[in-house]
Structure formats: structure tokens, C-alpha cells
């Protein structure tokens, strides 16, 4: 009779994703030569060690955007404007050191890109009085709102 130990195995899975699993692996009893229901020819032995010992908590959480917003409305109504619409690195929000967002957090179109005319006719005041034009003005939400 010839019993030899197989090749250990490779090691599981851990147990858990974080906070303290383990990992095992086996290995067997190869017998030639006799009958394979011997009690030598159905050992076994199980090899365990720990794992992913870093706490829940402390695991490196990378950012992911969250949706784009509407775009807000055009910053001008004539004369070329620009229209915008943002996200936020918030879902989730980037912890225990782990990466902030990749890719852009706005994006801008133009709008409005028709010529402003000089002048134009008021008919609600009286006798229609021409007046210089003004294109109407649209101040965008400041930068520190959009993060």
C-alpha cells in the first residue's frame, strides 16, 4: 500500500469582506494499491487562516457620481449664452481614503446665440418709444453650491 498527502488546495474565499474572516484549504489522503474505503485512504486535513482583518468601517469607500441636474436656463436671451448642468461626487461620498469621482462634474452648451437686436419698441408705455435693448442676464449658482 502506498498513501501519499495530495497537493494542498488553493485557499478559499474569505469568509468576509472585512472585518476578521478566514480562509481555508484541504487536502487528501491518495492511496494506490489498496482498497480506497481504507480509513487511512479518507483523511483529510483542513488548513485555516484569517483575513481581511481591516474593520468595517475603515475600508476605503470610492466616490460615484450622483445624476446630472437640469440644465439650468440660458445665461443670456440673446447674443450667445451658455446653459450648464452639474453632479456631485455624492453617491456615494468618497471615505477612509478612498478615490474621488474620475470624469467631468459640468457640462456646458451654448444658447441663445442669436444677435441682440439695437433697439426695440416698448407698446405698454406711451406712443412706442424705441428703446435700447438689454439682454436679459442670468447669474449662474455660485461654484461652491455645485460641489
Do not use: H
Not at 440673446?78 to 448642468?85: N, V
Not at 452648451?109 to 406712443?127: E, H, I, R, V
Not at 438689454?134 to 449658482?141: A, N, R
Request: proline share 5%; hydrophobic share 25%.
Amino acid at each position: 500500500m502506498i498513501a501519499v498527502w495530495t497537493t494542498w488546495s488553493g485557499f478559499s474565499q474569505c469568509s468576509r469582506t472585512c472585518g476578521q474572516g478566514t480562509q481555508t484549504r484541504t487536502r487528501q489522503m491518495n492511496c494506490t494499491g489498496i482498497v480506497s474505503t481504507s480509513s487511512v485512504c479518507l483523511d483529510k486535513q483542513i488548513e485555516s487562516k484569517d483575513c481581511n482583518s481591516i474593520p468595517c468601517d475603515k475600508i476605503p469607500l470610492n466616490g460615484g457620481w450622483s445624476s446630472w441636474k437640469e440644465m439650468v436656463k440660458c445665461s443670456k436671451s440673446c447674443g450667445g449664452g451658455m446653459r450648464i448642468r452639474y453632479r456631485t461626487c455624492s453617491n456615494p461620498i468618497p471615505a477612509n481614503g478612498g478615490q474621488f469621482c474620475v470624469g467631468a462634474s459640468v457640462k456646458t452648451t451654448l444658447c441663445n446665440d442669436q444677435p441682440c437686436p439695437a433697439f426695440y419698441t416698448d407698446k405698454l408705455t406711451s406712443g412706442f418709444i424705441k428703446k435700447k435693448w438689454s439682454p436679459t442676464e442670468y447669474t449662474f449658482p455660485k461654484w461652491e453650491a455645485l460641489q
